[in-house]
């Protein structure tokens, strides 16, 4: 299939005549016009053998010409192998609802094709901290698990201190997880139900406490949020968090829950948290040490160098 952006006036009829490579003759081709150029595409991917080559145009007859109903249309891309190859199928078929309701369709097929989360790989191992207080290596090996190994209601760690020392890095090296910094965004496409713990990452102390303070810091299960622009998340829960954040006036916990009205809250996070206070010296001595893949890497490079 050829496809011009204009209507094409032909004069010569021997403009697509195929010359062989072997023997000095010309083979003259049947050629016609496409009343449905969607169609004509789907019957050549059909074979098997073909080869794109530019952009494919869709044109107005694609839609008008086609006896496909907006049912076989909508099957056909629900049986698609992913949103891109679905998105394409609705746009050469259905190309009104592709414009008018792209909104609509882009997200739904977010949901129907979701893609898995990729774990998150730390550059670092946890041995590689070897400044760690035992205070957060005893909540670690108690809390930090699968979900068949875990405590009923595991307890959460706030840790207290100033930056660059590593808090974030070892939080992160500890296993799978979700890392929230900023806000709280826990939307399918970052925040995963199978992780082992949360991180949260400077995120002011009243921010969390009007969001989830009790759910996240106290491991609870089986709780709503409420997604913008979407409809309420279910989230699992049962897992312990790890709570990120400095010595600050703006970003201390202790400091936000030794107010006055914060008494019954502070008591409360006592109970379901341990509090870490950390001075200025790094959670680690000497260069972190890099990961099994990179130690494979860095050998076979020290050996080609040698060879």
Same mark, same amino acid.
């Given at each position: 299939? !050829?496809?011009? #952006?204009?209507?094409?006036?032909?004069?010569?009829?021997?403009?697509?005549?195929?010359?062989?490579?072997?023997?000095?003759?010309?083979?003259?081709?049947? =050629?016609?016009?496409? $009343?449905?150029?969607?169609?004509?595409?789907?019957? %050549?991917?059909?074979?098997?053998?073909?080869? *794109?080559?530019?952009? /494919?145009?869709?044109?107005?007859?694609? &839609?008008?010409?086609?006896?496909?109903?907006?049912?076989?249309?909508?099957?056909?891309?629900?049986? &698609?192998?992913?949103?891109? #190859?679905?998105?394409?199928?609705?746009?050469?078929?259905?190309?009104?609802?592709?414009?008018?309701? /792209?909104?609509?369709?882009?997200?739904?097929?977010?949901?129907? /094709?979701?893609?898995? %989360?990729?774990?998150?790989?730390?550059?670092?191992?946890?041995?590689?901290?070897? +400044? !760690?207080?035992? +205070?957060?290596?005893?909540?670690?090996?108690?809390?930090?698990?699968?979900?068949?190994?875990? @405590?009923?209601? @595991?307890?959460?760690?706030? =840790?207290?201190?100033?930056?660059?020392?590593?808090?974030?890095?070892? &939080?992160?090296?500890?296993?799978?997880?979700?890392?929230?910094?900023?806000?709280?965004?826990?939307?399918?496409?970052?925040?995963?139900?199978?992780?082992?713990?949360?991180?949260? *990452?400077?995120?002011?102390?009243?921010?969390?406490?009007?969001?989830?303070?009790?759910? /996240? =810091?106290?491991?609870?299960?089986?709780? +709503?949020?409420?997604?913008?622009?979407?409809?309420?998340?279910? =989230?699992?829960?049962?897992?312990?968090?790890?709570?990120?954040?400095?010595?600050?006036?703006?970003?201390?916990?202790?400091?936000?829950? *030794?107010?006055?009205?914060? %008494?019954?809250? $502070?008591?409360?996070?006592?109970?379901?948290?341990?509090? !870490?206070?950390? *001075?200025?010296?790094?959670?680690?001595?000497?260069?972190?040490? @890099?990961?099994?893949?990179?130690?494979?890497?860095?050998?076979?490079?020290?050996?080609?160098?040698?060879?």
């Amino acid at each position: 299939m !050829v496809q011009y #952006e204009g209507r094409f006036q032909l004069t010569n009829h021997r403009h697509f005549n195929l010359r062989s490579q072997y023997r000095s003759r010309e083979y003259q081709c049947h =050629i016609e016009s496409a $009343k449905s150029s969607s169609a004509v595409k789907s019957y %050549i991917e059909k074979g098997g053998e073909y080869e *794109d080559w530019g952009e /494919f145009q869709i044109d107005g007859r694609s &839609a008008r010409g086609s006896q496909t109903s907006a049912a076989e249309v909508y099957a056909e891309a629900l049986n &698609a192998g992913n949103k891109h #190859e679905a998105l394409q199928i609705i746009k050469e078929k259905d190309p009104k609802s592709y414009v008018l309701q /792209f909104h609509n369709i882009n997200a739904n097929l977010d949901k129907i /094709f979701q893609v898995p %989360i990729p774990p998150y790989v730390s550059p670092y191992s946890p041995e590689s901290f070897n +400044q !760690v207080l035992e +205070q957060m290596l005893d909540w670690a090996r108690n809390n930090i698990m699968n979900d068949a190994a875990r @405590p009923d209601r @595991p307890i959460s760690t706030i =840790i207290e201190g100033p930056s660059r020392i590593g808090k974030t890095k070892w &939080a992160k090296s500890l296993g799978p997880h979700n890392y929230l910094s900023g806000h709280l965004d826990l939307n399918s496409k970052v925040y995963s139900n199978d992780a082992y713990y949360n991180v949260i *990452d400077d995120i002011a102390p009243h921010y969390l406490f009007l969001k989830h303070w009790k759910h /996240f =810091i106290g491991a609870q299960r089986d709780w +709503q949020t409420n997604c913008k622009y979407g409809k309420p998340i279910q =989230i699992k829960g049962g897992i312990p968090t790890i709570v990120l954040c400095n010595p600050d006036v703006q970003s201390s916990f202790k400091l936000y829950l *030794d107010k006055e009205e914060n %008494i019954g809250l $502070k008591q409360w996070t006592l109970i379901n948290s341990i509090f !870490v206070s950390l *001075d200025e010296t790094p959670l680690y001595t000497q260069a972190q040490e @890099p990961t099994n893949t990179e130690t494979a890497t860095q050998s076979v490079q020290n050996q080609e160098e040698t060879n």
